[in-house]
């Protein structure tokens, strides 16, 4: 298939710039992938389409206020610094804006003197990786100090409350964006989720902003896929093999979940305990190993995740949905309204 089956028109007005209130008051589309049917619903409604027995996936991904801005010792130039993935002894890779003021052996001031680093190294693709002169565990708590959340590009308004850009179940801190499907669901919907008969389990996976860069290669199978961190624990490989041997369905909340279950069992051939990084690419022709019911966002035009999406509902499905969404004013992206896909 070729990147560009995956484009589709998108009038610039229909980007969400800023989170729905309250959280599952968000429009839900519902596209059945047998025949191609779609309602229209609101986000609340998610939970008269899970059955009891069903397993509900969620990545507990938290993000890091990785937005930072350092000084250039040297010259007292700014420099813009997004912090990508933690590596070992302190070493994190980011993005640098300029990345020209970034050489090898610069060093930067952050928060008028609260931390320094030093570019130690410049990867293959233009990536710094930065040697952060504090302990390891320190630079979460400065980053909260300092850090302004990673908003994507199409975000231009500036988001007041930073919690809104986390998920209500978000725990363990490593992401450069958000799992965005999560963010429709609210605490009080959860435990009725759970009320209903539904089990409920996590497994983390921390989003690259690779997530939004765009395919540059005319045919799909040659675009090389990032590298994300996941695990998933013996408990949550458990319940969801439970699921599977009752004949119950997984319902994968987001590509991000999705991705790592997938990962996990063409991986090892079954779901189970596991921590490892995952490039899987999953475009159309994929056979999915695990995943029963996706829900997921509106997302880019010929981006991995429409591919994936287009993957699990089916080609024409996908691209019909989407012309759909547009003409009925559905709301994109991150902040944007969702999708159910059975």
């Known amino acids: ?106 060093e930067f001031v952050f928060g008028d003197g609260l931390v320094e680093c030093e570019v130690v190294d410049i990867t293959d693709d233009g990536n710094r990786l930065i040697s952060m002169k504090c302990d390891k565990k320190e630079i979460y708590n400065i980053l909260d100090k300092i850090g302004k959340m990673p908003l994507p590009p199409y975000i231009t308004e500036e988001l007041k409350n930073g919690e809104r850009y986390q998920t209500v179940y978000s725990r363990e801190l490593g992401s450069a964006a958000a799992p965005t499907a999560g963010l429709h669901f609210t605490k009080e919907m959860l435990k009725k989720i759970e009320e209903k008969g539904v089990k409920i389990c996590y497994v983390t996976l921390h989003v690259g902003l690779g997530t939004f860069r765009p395919v540059k290669v005319d045919d799909v199978t040659q675009h090389k896929m990032h590298s994300e961190h996941y695990s998933i624990s013996k408990e949550t490989a458990d319940i969801i093999n439970e699921t599977k041997s009752n004949g119950k369905r997984v319902i994968a909340v987001g590509t991000t979940s999705t991705r790592t279950l997938e990962s996990v069992a063409t991986k090892n051939g079954c779901i189970c305990e596991d921590e490892d990084d995952t490039s899987i690419f999953i475009y159309p022709g994929y056979e999915f190993k695990c995943v029963d019911v996706q829900i997921t966002n509106f997302h880019l035009p010929e981006s991995t995740l429409i591919m994936l999406v287009s993957a699990f509902a089916g080609y024409d499905n996908t691209m019909n949905a989407y012309k759909t969404a547009v003409a009925e004013k559905y709301r994109f992206f991150s902040f944007g309204d969702c999708m159910m896909i059975l």
């Open 1 to 106: 298939m070729k990147t560009s089956d995956f484009f589709y028109e998108l009038p610039q007005n229909l980007i969400a710039q800023t989170p729905i209130e309250p959280r599952d008051a968000s429009r839900l589309m519902v596209l059945h992938r047998e025949n191609g049917n779609i309602e229209h619903k609101i986000f609340r409604d998610v939970i008269d389409y899970l059955n009891p027995g069903d397993c509900l996936v969620l990545n507990d991904t938290r993000v890091i206020p990785a937005r930072i801005y350092g000084v250039k010792k040297e010259t007292g130039a700014v420099v813009e610094f997004l912090l990508l993935k933690q590596k070992e002894n302190n070493v994190w890779e980011c993005l640098c804006k300029p990345g020209k003021r970034a050489k090898v052996g610069t």
